[in-house]
């Protein structure tokens, strides 16, 4: 019962996996170079594990930094001291001091979704976290949101429907006769009577719930810019927690897009927060000449160049710009009869640009408004109901053999 309550309750709130995306990001003059070996600041890395499987960080040692701070594999960041005068933390390379240049780079342009972040010079960067059930690297990619589904064993499941943790469901089989599934705990089969719980009862929001005896139910779904989960609650409707580095900010305030803003602070001594009109950045005026560029729509670039005087001139048109926005789904398989039935969907990638079409967790088949069907033997077939799924028996027909 209690694996059965761990997956079922609220969908599973995974770990996040340790580990961030540590990618050099820096130009200049030939010191400026990468360090290529086994352990260093420049790779991606997740920490060792101890005996008991957990996570043993990395040192400022072992990742051959000197200076700066790096994520630390475990899900945190180590500090790893200053450069000597002269000398800047990524002028030789990431989290190696030197004289060469170097340029941050962004949540955005790491492809990083979420968790810690080396923006390849000498700072760790905040990318935010996932919507639950999604953890931070939970399908095995460093700094990607994703999620593993339970099965009906990993649950101790053996009868019933329940939460695969993901958002979907999972069938778990029927009871042997004179049996109730919940009758002897969640998704078990026994004697006793079990009453189901609500979504009211069960303090869930929006998202699929186990109620507790035989059944996964649905619990509807949030109203935008809420998202289920958003906050890392599972089957919560919230906004989803934004950081200052993931919304490419520096300084002043930023909105969230939950009409909020979020306060980035001030800028060092020196510098202004929105110089030359780039907002939230801090910034001193250019040299004429001098070409800028920003990331604008969805992957896409705007330039300007550094005019007479030095003042920026005019941010010229988003160039380059992509379909989407990373991260976003969109429905697709979607056919209609009496109504709207979509049994896949598809993601948003770190190029702005849409992924294949896939079934949707827990769906078997593209419904096709009912004219989607299979040979289930000779002389039978089997059709894709409404719900995305293979009927379960097979009906006798003509095109199949005979």
Do not use: F
């Amino acid at each position: 019962m209690a694996a059965s309550i761990r997956g079922a309750m609220t969908g599973v709130h995974r770990l996040a996996l340790a580990g961030a995306i540590l990618t050099a990001a820096c130009s200049g003059t030939s010191d400026a170079t990468t360090n290529q070996h086994d352990t260093d600041a420049s790779v991606a890395e997740t920490g060792s594990h101890d005996e008991a499987g957990l996570c043993v960080p990395w040192t400022c040692a072992q990742l051959k930094a000197e200076c700066g701070s790096a994520p630390d594999g475990c899900g945190g960041k180590v500090s790893c001291g200053n450069c000597p005068s002269g000398q800047a933390c990524g002028g030789g390379g990431p989290n190696q001091c030197g004289t060469g240049a170097c340029t941050p780079k962004t949540c955005a342009q790491l492809g990083a979704l979420c968790g810690y972040a080396s923006d390849g010079c000498g700072t760790v960067i905040d990318c935010g976290v996932c919507a639950a059930p999604d953890s931070c690297g939970g399908e095995g990619v460093m700094n990607q949101c994703g999620c593993t589904p339970w099965t009906c064993a990993a649950l101790g499941a053996n009868c019933g429907t329940a939460p695969d943790g993901c958002g979907g469901v999972i069938d778990c089989g029927t009871c042997p006769g004179g049996q109730t599934c919940g009758g002897e705990g969640t998704n078990q089969c026994g004697d006793a009577t079990c009453t189901p719980k609500t979504c009211a009862q069960l303090g869930a929001g929006c998202g699929v719930v186990s109620d507790m005896c035989s059944k996964a139910i649905g619990c509807g779904e949030c109203t935008a810019p809420q998202v289920c989960g958003g906050q890392g609650m599972p089957n919560q409707c919230a906004c989803p927690i934004k950081t200052c580095d993931q919304l490419g900010a520096a300084c002043g305030k930023v909105a969230t897009g939950c009409g909020d803003d979020l306060d980035c602070g001030a800028c060092p001594s020196g510098t202004t927060c929105g110089v030359g009109g780039v907002a939230n950045q801090c910034g001193s005026e250019c040299k004429p000449g001098d070409p800028q560029s920003k990331g604008c729509g969805n992957c896409g670039t705007s330039k300007r160049v550094c005019g007479a005087g030095g003042v920026w001139g005019e941010w010229g048109a988003c160039e380059g710009s992509g379909p989407c926005s990373p991260g976003a789904v969109q429905d697709c398989m979607c056919s209609t009869q009496t109504s709207t039935v979509c049994c896949g969907d598809q993601h948003c990638g770190n190029d702005c640009q849409w992924g294949a079409c896939g079934l949707k967790p827990g769906k078997e088949c593209d419904w096709k408004a009912g004219d989607h069907w299979r040979c289930c033997g000779t002389n039978s077939w089997q059709y894709c109901l409404s719900s995305c799924t293979w009927s379960s028996a097979c009906a006798s027909g003509c095109n199949c053999g005979c």
